[in-house]
């Protein structure tokens, strides 16, 4: 028994030191490691792809958000976000674009509470840009899978651009330009199809002269 104890006592101090080495390695250095290389090789990334404006974060190029006319009475009842007619808009969310609520609505194709969304959003995206609804592209109507990508096809960021030159009062050849430089092409050159960041776009677009609103 008295040679049991320190032996014992040994094993304790060898599996307390490599606790105290591995905690030091794994929860400290290698952290510290990987946060260095990224900052120096990839700090755009890294700092998650912000999107900046006189200095100030103002979105990411990652996740998507809503351009909505602010809300009239903040303090009263919740009213319906209205879309802001001089701004690219997104595709929709079914998480209204909260990274804290990611995801799908989970309703099937079939789905009829599904079909009849998709049937009111193609009326009110052609009444909001004065198009014909069967002109309205697939994405304009249904949200991605993690309700937050921020790209929109090229069909929806054309289909917009008169909308968005008439309420700023700007050349639609100028907003139909601007559209076209932020196009980007398929993922080595053929994965999925050729697509537009809103996020982007619009922070271009802000930079633009316009010669009112309407």
Do not use: C
């Amino acid at each position: 028994m008295t040679d049991f104890l320190p032996i014992r006592a040994r094993v304790l101090l060898s599996a307390l030191r490599m606790l105290l080495v591995f905690t030091a390695i794994t929860g400290l250095i290698y952290p510290l490691a990987v946060t260095g290389v990224a900052q120096a090789l990839f700090g755009d990334q890294a700092d998650g792809s912000q999107i900046k404006q006189n200095g100030k974060a103002v979105g990411s190029s990652l996740i998507g958000q809503e351009f909505n006319l602010p809300q009239p009475n903040p303090d009263g009842p919740n009213e319906q976000p209205r879309p802001d007619p001089r701004w690219f808009q997104p595709r929709p969310s079914s998480g209204g674009y909260d990274p804290l609520a990611s995801g799908a609505s989970n309703l099937g194709p079939r789905d009829k509470r599904l079909i009849d969304m998709i049937h009111q959003r193609r009326r009110d995206i052609a009444r909001f840009n004065h198009v014909d609804p069967a002109s309205v592209p697939p994405d304009a109507v249904t949200a991605s899978g993690s309700g937050l990508d921020p790209h929109i096809s090229t069909a929806y960021a054309r289909l917009q651009t008169a909308r968005v030159a008439r309420a700023r009062g700007m050349d639609p050849a100028a907003v139909r330009r601007l559209v076209d430089d932020h196009v980007q092409g398929r993922i080595l050159g053929f994965l999925g199809q050729e697509r537009v960041n809103v996020v982007e776009l619009n922070h271009a677009l802000a930079t633009l002269p316009q010669s009112g609103t309407s």
